[in-house]
């Protein structure tokens, strides 16, 4: 299929234009992955004494507003209020505790006296200096609600690994276009439906099928891109689909610094889809799905509308499946086997194969979200943080391009993955007064684990024969979404120390890299399409692999070979 009319190039207008279509919307998800990071912003606060407040007493400092006493709180330490209400009453407030005095005589800070314990049943009082509103303050969810909160990220990946699912398979069933339709309208329907719940459960559930839909669409948007892009182009444009997600990245901290409320927040990010929406019905469907549906004059309208984009005659496409079908490959299809997750243990060597990738895709999602989602609590602008967090992306990939072919896959991912433990370890020894120096660290780390995860899906597709390919990446693809569950979960244990985020990443990514080594290199090596090929590969990995190059009978293999759904692990 990869013989259809291009032109001179290997990527034309038409096949640049459904990218950059595609692209944009690939911009969404970025957004909606790492919307919460401003969502959940948990303000500093105080419990709301019962009653209006006539004086505001903190340590020797005395106010009529306990707004004006927000500047003077200590950051990690249990600093309280005392207040006096209009009725008499004085009461100390902390975060997560109120208290009533018996003695009413006199306002002191200092208080030796009898008091009761209440509960903080009347809400609480924020520090709105940076932030309005947040879903936090909406629906109080702080002290023993604040578990609510942390759980807003992981529930959010938990959807996105049930979208994936559903909608991959769904595209195999329905077309690829149809599904880009329904999750791009999905993604503004529930992410503006969001902003307008009533409760914590409504947003949750709203945020839920959001992420279904925003996880279906980087499925399906991959098998879609790499279905029209020709094979010279397809891997530095599948690899650079990620980099839109860090524009994404990028939008979500220039959203959140110009709009301070959670809920107006929520919608303006929802309506970045609007353009593609307006677009997307000029998408058409896959040659590969309408061939492999018979749907043959659609395919051939296909063909036509793409020649005459990009300015070259059209061809016949019987003429097409004929060369396809009298070929290399075989004169008749053969019937294919199923194949499960019991086949990526073929042997002892394949199956120890399966677990290092299993462990590299992990560590990816894991670093991928853990720095993204922390680069809000390293100090300084938090803002400008996250936004340097997906800039420092994209010379990530250009580097992963570059590199891959010149120094092997498994060289620079190693690299990468080591890279990335050694500097978890330098950010546990800067200062915390340093604020840039672990802005410049963080953005290092961001970069290694983000060329590693770039690089991840070719190199596991190039590790294992064509009956079970789809299959090993797809399966990667799940852990790597068990990365992105567990990551805001590792995020949130700074809470019990400030670097334990680094330690656990640093340890993880240590061990994937030291693993990675052991793993065959691929550059330069024919696709393998037997278990026996596959198993090569080990035996050659000490071997100088660089300067082999594809036989004829694997290239045509390759070309001929359709990328399905599960093979979208690629996505964030």
Known sequence: MDEIPRGPSNLCRYQIFLYFICAFQ??????????????TVSPRHICRPPGNMSQVLFRNISSWRSEDIWTLFSTGHEDRLVVQLQDGDIWELTKCHRFWRDNKSSLNYDYTGHKTSFPCSDGYIY????????VVTEWDLVCNREWFARLIQPIFMLGVLLGAVIFGYLSDRIGRRLVLWSTSLGMIFFGVAAGFTFDYYSFMAARFLLAMAAGGYLVVVFVYVTEFIGLKSR???SIHMHSFFAIGAMVVALTGYLVRTWWIYQIVLSTMTVPFVLCCWMLPETLFWLVSEGRYEEAQQVVDTIAKWNGTSSCKLAELL???????VGNKPTEVK?????????DWNIGTRTLTLWLIWFTGSLGFYSFSLNSVNLGGNEYLNLFLMGAVEIPAYVFVCVGMNSFGRRNILAFSLISTALICGVIMVIPND?????????????????????LIYLYTA???PTLVRSLAVGSGSMVCRVGSIVAPLCVSLSSVWIFMPQLLLGIVAFVSGVLTLMLPETLGKPLATTWEEAAKLDAAKDSSSGELLPTANSTALEEREVIHSEDAGLSE
């Open 127 to 134: 520090d709105k200096s940076k932030w309005n509103s947040t």
């Open 322 to 328: 004929s060369l396809d079908l009298n070929g290399p």
């Open 338 to 346: 199923k194949h499960n997750l019991l086949d990526l243990f073929y």
């Open 235 to 237: 891997t530095w444009a």
């Open 26 to 39: 690939n911009i969404s998800c970025g957004i909606h992955y790492l919307a919460s990071v401003f969502l």
């Open 462 to 464: 190039e590790l294992y």
């Open 434 to 454: 340093y604020h840039i120096w672990s802005v410049g660290a963080t953005m290092a780390g961001k970069f290694a684990i983000g060329a590693a995860f770039g």
